[in-house]
């Protein structure tokens, strides 16, 4: 649906929670036939309604949704109806004079999934037939009750040309196949278990199937099916063995068990997200199934893994359990984005995973928080649900499902995920029902806890900290209050984990009144329901510095004064990664601001010689690994600082990280230089855990090594660069090169280029290394716009150019005549008419204009007005923009 956004009349409404209703029909069985064309497609549904008496009255029609369907016949228990009997609009059908309250309504429909751009409903990828119905695109299909609440079992029949699509998938078991007419062919698919039709899938190509098996814990051996292009056939191991791994602490951990006899993942080029968990057939953006060492990073290779295992994950925790309506989508993705952080941590590194989930979430959701757009994990309206798919709801959701591990212990948390089950299998659900099913299996109370689904914004935690040398006590203050656009504040239960950090560098006893303090635990969670708590410690011989807020225990902003020796001290000492890590970037943060505040005047930038002692003692320190020592070097990125600032000055920021970097590489050359060389894997490319940590370490020296600009610098990234067996060491070298003006950038990009013009995943690398460059402009950008490789209709290649350009390119995107504006937003009003999902995600970009100063906020608010005004703009971009804008 598309409307004119200057008659505000015609503008899209709203839905609010608050007017949830059950459906006036249910449906419980589903059987449909699709005639796959290279022209067309015609889909035939036969469907079993039973009216809900609870909500509508007999003789009241049917009204079911549909978009972009060409309605060919209706008919009810086998009569067809004339046109008496049913009536379409451009969204609805509706089907009058029922006979009875149970019945089975035929429709057939006429589809055109070559030519959807949007990629939502059946569409086709690169000659492929493939589908994504969440959230609301089962109704571009055929029509429906497409909505969560709605579920039912399904069997399916789809036709097509053999030659052209030997492989027809869809979800459930397969059941039959046959040999049609003409040289086509059908299979038949029955699913078991009752879906809401967000879940519906279907594929059909010529495709290669990578196989495997997975043998239960209770002896089933299930068969693994992935299918790639042809040419990938090389790229699925690693994907095969996340799947295996991924099933198999979910037994472990969960005791959760797949309950099919098959599993499949499709990987498509075309796709807006990054994958989906459609029942027994995940459909996947190719981006998280391919992987092969001279094609994907270690990073990569990670992120494979983790999001294997979060569709997986989503079979218990989205699939048998599903949301009762979209305002509840952080019930399944937020608790299932907890669940593969886990997965992630258990695999790799528990400190590095927890430290790149609270970077994320500071950088994107912190931010989300803020803005325009900011609005609880469980929101309470929206006009267009694809918005929704959201930093806050995932990210948040999943720190606020950690909260409830964290007050319940994991021991806890598990009976309550045991019983959550128990009680739900196979049902649509709400979070509240989630939540009772903590608190009763583990008899406490957590009604106060759902003030997290109701409230938007970031709170701030403010601590206050008192040592009383004669009486040996430490009384710890905290209060938490109001996030600035959250006016009717009340306060949350808040676990805050703390410890106390002695001169030595080692952790105190939390002794209180009457226990003792040398076998008092040394880390303590706290539980903050009241705007302001105090908690006094006994037996505390020495001054300590506290530790609060260990493992990022809540999703806060933390406010505490402490000096920069106390920083450095925890930054150096303290025995909680996360909190060691959070001290250093507070310290960077600080040292950042101040001087972006003497740039803005004008003034002369120096940096304290205890910053660079504090990194010095870092780098050199021997009890971390390489992937804890190249985190704790990174200094926070510009979303973070400008967040802490208002009326920002991009320039000034610029100029004050550019002088820090350049600082640190110049007076730390020699200890970078030596870490390099001591961590930097020899010989053949390994994937073990001291292997990645070696390279990530090696890589982040080089990479601050080269912000000098140095000759020799320059000279040991080429060499890196033209000896690299793995892609992990050709993009670092390749990134450290493209920051400098030179012949060796433009020599190494055209070597990369023509290496990998015809991989798609990789050129995607390769205009994302040169979007994200410094020297980067939108003269740069427009010149990659009209790159022969580059295409608006693919949404990876979009996020890779567009979207890094305005999101991970502060100094291109914000320069100072607005140019970087006007290009993103030119982006948008093009990709607006082509694909409004993808187009409501870049347009963000600009939402945080009044967090700027002028002349930035002004010319960002001019492109926003600009795309508001444009006729037809789609509901997608219309909602954000309007929330923009005010």
């Known amino acids: 649906m598309t409307v004119t956004t200057s008659d505000t009349a015609s503008a899209p409404q709203p839905k609010y929670r608050k007017d949830y209703q059950a459906p006036g029909f249910w449906i419980h069985e589903v059987e449909l036939w699709f005639d796959l064309g290279a022209d067309g497609t015609t889909v035939r549904s036969s469907i079993r309604f039973e009216r809900n008496a609870a909500v509508t009255e007999p003789g009241s029609p049917l009204v079911l949704m549909g978009e972009e369907l060409e309605t060919l016949r209706v008919s009810v228990d086998g009569k067809e109806l004339g046109a008496s009997g049913w009536s379409a609009t451009a969204t609805e059908l509706t089907v009058r004079d029922l006979p009875g309250d149970s019945f089975t309504l035929e429709t057939e429909v006429r589809i055109h999934p070559e030519s959807n751009t949007a990629l939502s409903g059946l569409y086709r990828s690169s000659g492929n037939f493939c589908t994504q119905c969440e959230a609301e695109g089962f109704r571009r299909i055929t029509w429906f009750l497409d909505r969560p609440d709605v579920m039912a079992t399904y069997r399916v029949t789809v036709t097509a040309d053999k030659t052209k699509y030997p492989m027809l998938l869809s979800n459930g078991n397969r059941i039959e196949e046959r040999e049609e007419e003409g040289g086509r062919h059908s299979v038949v698919w029955e699913d078991p278990f009752k879906k809401p039709s967000y879940l519906f899938a279907l594929v059909a190509g010529d495709l290669h199937c990578h196989r495997g098996t997975f043998e239960t814990m209770t002896g089933r051996t299930i068969d693994l099916e992935i299918y790639v292009e042809h040419k990938d056939a090389d790229k699925c191991d690693h994907a095969l063995g996340s799947l295996q791994r991924s099933m198999k602490w979910d037994e472990e951990t969960f005791g959760l068990e797949y309950d099919l006899d098959l599993y499949m993942i499709v990987a498509v080029s075309d796709f807006n997200m990054g994958a989906m968990e459609n029942k027994g057939l995940n459909v996947f953006n190719s981006k998280y199934v391919l992987a092969r060492t001279d094609t994907a990073s270690d990073a990569d290779f990670e992120a494979v893994e983790a999001v294997i295992a979060h569709e997986y994950f989503h079979n218990w925790t989205g699939n048998r359990v599903t949301c009762r309506d979209w305002f509840q989508l952080t019930l399944k993705e937020g608790l299932t984005v907890y669940r593969d952080a886990r997965f992630t941590a258990d695999k790799t590194s528990e400190a590095v995973k927890r430290i790149d989930d609270v970077q994320g979430l500071r950088a994107h959701q912190f931010a989300e928080d803020s803005g325009p757009m900011a609005h609880p994990i469980r929101p309470e309206q929206y006009i267009e649900m694809n918005n929704f798919y959201t930093s806050t709801v995932y990210e948040k959701g999943a720190e606020v499902i950690r909260m409830y591990e964290t007050l319940l ?24 029902d989630f939540r009772a099913a903590m608190a009763d299996a583990n008899g406490r109370d957590l009604d106060q806890f759902e003030r997290w689904y109701l409230q938007k914004g970031t709170p701030t935690l403010k601590a206050v900290g008192c040592y009383d040398e004669p009486n040996q006590t430490y009384t710890l203050e905290l209060t938490q209050s109001a996030p600035e656009n959250e006016p009717h504040f009340e306060p949350t239960h808040m676990p805050v984990s703390f410890g106390l950090v002695g001169p030595t560098g080692a952790d105190m006893g939390l002794a209180f009144e009457g226990e003792d303090a040398s076998k008092a635990p040394t880390n303590r969670v706290l539980e903050l329901r009241e705007m302001t708590q105090t908690w006094t410690f006994h037996g505390v011989c020495a001054r300590p510095v506290p530790s609060v807020l260990r493992g990022f225990s809540a999703p806060v902003n933390l406010e505490m004064e402490r000096s920069q020796e106390d920083l450095a001290f925890l930054f150096a000492h303290d025995s909680d990664s996360f909190n060691r890590w959070d001290a250093g970037q507070t310290l960077f ?52 600082l400008s967040q802490a600032r208002t009326h920002v000055n991009p320039a000034a920021l610029i100029e004050a990280r550019d ?69 992990t060491d050709s993009q670092a070298a390749l990134g450290c090169l493209v920051q400098i003006p030179g012949s060796h950038r433009t020599q190494a990009l055209q070597a990369f280029y023509e290496r990998w013009s015809g991989d798609a995943l990789v050129m995607d690398k390769w205009f994302a290394i040169q979007a994200m460059s410094r020297p980067f402009d939108v003269a740069a950008y427009e010149l990659l716009r009209a790159h022969k490789n580059f295409t608006m209709e693919n949404p990876n290649r979009v996020r890779s150019l567009v979207g890094v350009f305005a999101m991970q390119n502060f100094r291109g995107f914000h320069a100072q005549d607005g140019s970087g504006y006007r290009a993103v937003a030119d982006a948008v009003l093009e990709l607006d008419s082509l694909n409004p999902q993808v187009a409501s995600r870049m347009v963000r970009a600009l939402n945080p204009w009044k967090q700027f100063a002028a002349p930035w906020s002004d010319l960002m608010k001019a492109q926003l007005e600009r795309i508001r005004e444009k006729k037809g703009l789609s509901k997608d971009v219309f909602e954000i923009v309007s929330s923009a804008l005010g």
């Open 659 to 727: 002088f820090v970097i350049e600082t640190l590489s110049r007076e730390l050359r020699g200890d970078l230089l030596a870490q390099r060389k001591a961590a930097r894997p020899t010989g053949a490319y390994r994937a073990d855990k001291e292997s990645i940590h070696g390279r990530r370490l090696a890589n982040a020296a080089l990479g601050l090594l080269s912000a000098t600009g140095e000759d020799d610098i320059i000279e040991m990234a080429e060499e890196q660069f033209a000896a690299a067996d793995n892609m």
């Open 589 to 640: 943060k600080g040292v950042l601001l101040a001087l972006a505040d003497r740039a803005a005047k004008g003034e002369a930038l120096t940096l304290d010689p205890a910053v660079v002692e504090a990194v010095r003692n870092l780098l050199n320190d021997e009890s971390l690994d390489g992937s804890l020592k190249s985190q704790a070097m990174s200094l926070p990125g510009f979303s973070v």
């Open 409 to 432: 212990g994991r021991d806890g948390f598990r009976k309550g995920m045991d019983l959550y089950f128990e009680r739900h299998d196979g049902q649509a659900v709400t979070c509240d």
